[in-house]
């Protein structure tokens, strides 16, 4: 069992940045494939970024050149870096770990763990 623990999400301006971070449980943390969904009302969760064990990295269209995902596996940590944030980024944001083999999957049915997401609100 692995346990996921998401923060630093919050209130911010369009244009301003925001860190989220995701504190993972277990030994093997360096093995994993991480990544990042969001999910906004009403919509379906949505693929934002992903990064794998061996930190190869993947992003979601609507993030590109804005959202840096990255990790250190010294603190069993991934981080999600949110620049020029949007009012279209407001959502609740989730941290997942893949299932083995699922390496910068964008599919949400590919991770097997899930945090219990951090709100992010962005505000025009």
């Known amino acids: 069992q692995v346990q996921l623990v998401e923060s630093g999400g919050g209130l911010v301006q369009a244009g301003g940045s925001l860190r989220l971070s995701c504190a993972a449980s277990g030994r093997t943390f360096s093995n994993y494939n991480m990544g990042w969904f969001r999910q906004a009302p009403g919509k379906e969760r949505e693929f934002v970024a992903a990064?794998?064990?061996?930190?190869?990295?993947r992003y979601g269209d609507s993030v590109k050149g804005r959202f840096t995902i990255s990790r250190v596996n010294a603190k069993n940590t991934v981080y999600l870096q949110m620049n020029s944030l949007k009012p279209e980024d407001t959502a609740v944001y989730y941290c997942?770990?893949?299932?083995?083999?699922?390496?910068?999957?964008?599919?949400?049915?590919?991770?097997?763990?899930w945090g219990q997401g951090t709100q992010v609100t962005v505000s025009s």
């Open positions: 990064i794998s064990w061996s930190t190869n990295t």
């Open positions: 997942g770990k893949a299932m083995l083999g699922r390496q910068d999957s964008t599919r949400s049915y590919d991770y097997e763990y």
